[in-house]
């Protein structure tokens, strides 16, 4: 039988930097990320801006009701 088990370490309140290698996709996905784990950093979101530029808006919009 064969399984895996995960054992992970204590949340820190560490700023964590993560690089999004100029992709839209993951500088969006870890700006959704951030709006739960703030200590995230991210090193550039400007290319967000060449495929969806409206991103922002609708991230802060949708952060500001999911609140409530």
């Known amino acids: ?3 895996l088990v995960i054992n992970p370490r204590p949340l820190t309140k560490q700023k964590v930097l993560l690089s999004s290698h100029n992709d839209h996709r993951l500088a969006m996905i870890f700006l959704i990320l951030k709006q ?3 200590e995230i950093e991210i090193d550039d979101t400007s290319c967000i801006k ?3 530029p409206e991103f922002l808006d609708f991230l802060q919009t949708w952060y500001y009701y999911s609140k409530d």
Do not use: L
Request: charged fraction near 20%; aromatic fraction near 0%; glycine fraction near 0%.
């Open 1 to 3: 039988q064969q399984r």
């Open 50 to 52: 060449k495929s969806a």
């Open 36 to 38: 739960v784990i703030t």
